[in-house]
């Protein structure tokens, strides 16, 4: 339990200073910019949950239910990691050169590959010390760098720098702490280092195919959003627009999540000596976060706009406007979270492929003609509907019976 409230207490204080990044962007920036800004973040991001191989999740249930030849599985994990982010890094810079015309974005793109990197590399040492449940032993490193980032280009920002300085910073300070939790993970847990095991890899592989493939559709219905905005013939002012308002609901959504994420060992654990997740579980999670989104959506709605101007500037009160619908939608990606992690430690796993796959699905077939016959808000109804979809199927898969049978 303690290792899960310091794993919470790190993703709320990160959504607190990314609360206050946006903030100072987009007061000095505008929204143009802030629409570059986001553009590139979703870029790289999506392609770091594509190549992620659900390696997180599997470290987690792995180690979290027994740590025998550690040391080894690690090695094939990093070796892997390794791998898929080569890759990554590929097809970031194939993206950037032939989908992108614009030659800001492109450049934008591009300066975050070590960003890219950096976090792959430190999202899989995060999960090391999350399944060994020592989360303490990188806080403060995590911590530091994060202040990191937002102080530098906060002062970068206010002494005049622009766009392309602070994308440069938030590529170092990640490449930084990519390096340093790798250190952190060899000198504190496991003397690792890539190594090919046949075994674990085909492990790793066998099992990661279909998480990675869940994983990378979830991240698409993260970061497609603002790609296919971006695609749909909307200007950067008008993406920055809803990017301000989706990066509010996603640090709320992030919030939320961390505490879904730390209990995954214990769930694991759990598992292993009774053979079932609690029923009650799932349900629990979606009645608690529809609630909790219905009332937040209710309250976006109302200060919305006048804290998005308040906050932001005049030239965002449209962004307010969209916020208290986009919380919604945020309840929708939380609530079946608890089905989601029954079903993988279950062993069904294609089912929250199958459901990440309903919600991406409805996201790309949507967002674009709704973009077009109307404008933001359509982008807005896409997004809820790709949600509620995933929702629906993650729901209906693993409600009761053998969904929730460990290895049924």
């Known amino acids: ?82 791998a898929v982010t080569g890759l990554g890094v590929v097809v970031l810079a194939a993206y950037a050169t032939i989908a992108e015309e614009d030659a800001l974005a492109r450049f934008a793109l591009v300066l975050l590959v070590p960003a890219l990197v950096g976090r792959a590399l430190s999202v899989w040492a995060r999960a090391c010390f999350l399944a060994y449940e020592r989360v303490a032993d990188y806080l403060a490193v995590a911590v530091a760098l994060r202040v990191a980032d937002v102080l530098f280009g906060t002062l970068c920002l206010l002494s005049g720098g622009g766009l392309m300085a602070i994308l440069s910073i938030h590529a170092a300070v990640w490449a930084i702490e990519g390096a340093v939790c790798l250190g952190l993970v060899h000198r504190k847990l496991a003397r690792c280092a890539p ?133 919604v939608a945020g309840a929708l990606m939380i609530g079946p979270t608890g089905y989601g992690q029954a079903l993988m430690i279950a062993g069904r796993r294609r089912a929250v492929v199958v459901a990440n796959l309903a919600g991406g699905a409805v996201l790309a077939i949507a967002t674009v003609p709704a973009v077009r016959l109307a404008g933001i808000e359509g982008a807005v109804g896409a997004v809820g509907l790709a949600w509620l979809a995933r929702a629906v199927v993650l729901a209906w898969q693993g409600s009761g019976g053998p969904a929730w049978r460990k290895g049924s």
């Not at 990314?18 to 570059?36: C, D, K, P």
């Not at 949950?49 to 390696?55: A, D, I, Q, V």
């Not at 085909?202 to 790609?227: K, M």
């Open 1 to 82: 339990m303690q290792n899960g409230a310091r794993q919470m207490g790190l993703v709320w204080v990160e959504s607190a200073l990314s609360a206050v990044y946006i903030v100072v962007i987009a007061r000095v920036l505008g929204a143009e910019a802030y629409g570059y800004w986001s553009y590139a973040l979703a870029g790289y991001l999506l392609v770091l949950g594509l190549t992620g191989f659900g390696l997180d999740s599997l470290m987690a249930i792995r180690l979290g239910a027994a740590r025998q030849d550690a040391a080894r599985y690690l090695g094939a994990a990093l070796l892997l990691r390794l």
């Open 195 to 327: 190594i090919w095991d046949r075994r674990e890899i085909a492990g790793l592989l066998g099992q990661g195919s279909t998480l990675g493939l869940a994983a990378g559709f979830g991240t698409w219905l993260v970061s497609g959003p603002v790609i296919l905005i971006r695609h749909s013939g909307i200007d950067m002012a008008g993406l920055g627009q809803f990017s301000a308002a989706w990066a509010a609901t996603m640090i709320a959504v992030a919030s939320a999540q961390a505490f879904l994420a730390a209990a995954l060992p214990v769930l694991s654990r759990s598992a292993a000596g009774s053979g079932r997740v609690p029923a009650r579980y799932g349900p629990a999670v979606m009645a608690g976060s529809l609630a909790a989104g219905l009332i937040a959506g209710a309250v976006g709605w109302l200060a919305g706009p006048w804290l998005a101007t308040a906050l932001l500037g005049d030239g965002f009160r449209r962004a307010g406007e969209l916020v208290g619908p986009l919380l």
